[in-house]
């Protein structure tokens, strides 16, 4: 569920949320490293730590993402929301992309970049916004390269 808070609660809890996680990081790291999310030394090596760090902070950027003040305008909202959403999902793609394996999933990921990407360009046209910068739109290929 998307909760749209006001202003005056929301940059508080904000500040509370961000204030937690940065506190709250060196314990997680430090319980990562005593049991490496139960997984053995070889996950550690292959960028599997990379991977966990990269997917949550997409999961906590997209989240932060969700949380957009409404402007009164339905559409521009909704659109506000999906590219907080898809973003998320672009992320958490590309740190496939760099620390997976499997070629199936690897094509997957490669297809919800390209998807998701075609559908935020379609929703900022419909609103009439601007597309991003050249240098935040590089393609996977550019950014990530391949193994």
């Known amino acids: 569920m998307i909760v749209m808070l006001h202003p005056s609660v ?7 949320a ?11 790291s430090a319980q990562d490293q005593t049991n490496a999310r139960h997984v053995g030394a070889a996950a550690i090596d292959s960028g599997e730590q990379h ?5 949550e902070l997409a999961i906590s950027t997209m989240t932060l993402g969700l ?11 909704f659109v ?9 999902g672009i992320d958490m793609a590309r740190a496939e992309l760099k620390y997976g394996h499997n070629e199936e999933l690897r094509r997957l990921a490669q297809s919800i970049i390209a998807e998701r990407e075609q559908e935020m360009s379609a929703m900022r046209s419909v609103v009439g916004e601007a597309p991003p910068s050249k240098t935040s ?8 390269g391949r193994r």
């Open 10 to 16: 929301r940059k508080p809890l904000m500040s509370l």
């Open 18 to 28: 961000t204030t937690i996680s940065i506190l709250a990081a060196p314990v997680a």
């Open 51 to 55: 991977f966990i760090i990269e997917s």
């Open 67 to 77: 949380t957009a003040d409404p402007t009164g305008d339905v559409d521009r909202d």
């Open 80 to 88: 506000a929301l999906m590219m907080a959403h898809h973003q998320g």
């Open 137 to 144: 739109d590089m393609t996977v290929s550019e950014s990530e």
